[in-house]
């Protein structure tokens, strides 16, 4: 599902994937370009000559997920009617989840990507936006909470330990939860 | 809301306090015991002679949580009728996570907590007895996953970023979203 703005090589793609295995299992601030190397068998000078930085490394790995949610939040935006365009951006959210199920998790939860995410250029404005969209479904109080909640909730939920079920009936539920709690209607099987 | 098993000295609670603000800040991989002296202005050896590890550190630290979480776990098992029971679960780990709501977002979302807390000797535990009691609300397919969303979405959006909100209108939006996706029936205001 990568289609970043900027061109990732297959040798950086190899020390995302190596960061965002360390991410879930140390979190952000416990994982040092030193392990990094050390996971894949190289210097941490080879790592640098990557990414000049840890906030180099994380703009990096967060970027499909970016370019996944604008996509989905666009095409939300583009619809008319506020229960259309919650359901379209709620199931896209839960695509982008499944596409990134190791490092959605971290990005929820972990107080040390949200520091280092706090300045990311597009995140932040896209998850407002996809947050409006869904807090939007009722005119009704505490939509914004509602958001959030079913938002945080799928991220982690959807993390590795739902790896056991199947990607299908585990799709499907995620969205039924949230259209539940956001009060969309939840069409027949 | 402290009423722990073994009993914390005033002393040892500033620590307490301390480590989870710089969790909240920093996570538990990026929080060092020199760190939590730092915040006091005292030696990491002063530190060290309250506790002996980090590990025995965070397991006083979530000793709250669990006796909170005992307590509502127990009174909801011991009611009659599995919606009455998921909505006395429900409501009570409401109270915990807003009884503690700087340190529940790290217990959720931090991969260090998860690591350190794996081997803990209740919060594992009590944790599977609050999603069983909330699975079983209804009999259908899926009610461990949609519990384990609504928990960890709870524990996320009661945490800092929603602290502009009234307590009592908070607390009512995360019971009624709570309700909402699990098929409980919301009473009239």
Do not use: W
């Amino acid at each position: 599902m990568v289609s970043t703005a900027r061109k990732v090589t297959d040798s950086q793609q190899r020390f995302l994937d190596a960061a965002i295995h360390l991410f879930a299992r140390h979190s952000v601030a416990g994982t040092s370009l030193q392990m990094i190397g050390d996971e894949l068998g190289v210097t941490k000078a080879a790592v640098h000559h990557h990414f000049r930085s840890r906030a180099d490394l994380l703009t990096a790995v967060v970027e499909p997920v970016c370019a996944g949610l604008r996509v989905s939040v666009e095409a939300a935006e583009a619809l008319r009617g506020r229960h259309v365009r919650a359901d379209r951006a709620l199931t896209g959210f839960v695509d982008v989840v499944l596409g990134n199920r190791e490092l959605l998790p971290v990005l929820t939860g972990d107080p040390g990507a949200a520091e280092l995410l706090g300045s990311h250029p597009c995140l932040g404005d896209l998850t407002s936006r996809l947050t409006a969209l869904l807090a939007e479904a009722e005119g009704s109080d505490g939509g914004h909470l509602r958001a959030d909640i079913i938002l945080s909730g799928i991220a982690c939920a959807a993390g590795p330990r739902s790896r056991h079920l199947d990607p299908t009936e585990l799709r499907g539920h995620l969205v039924d939860t949230g259209r539940r709690a956001l009060g969309l209607r939840i069409p027949r099987p």
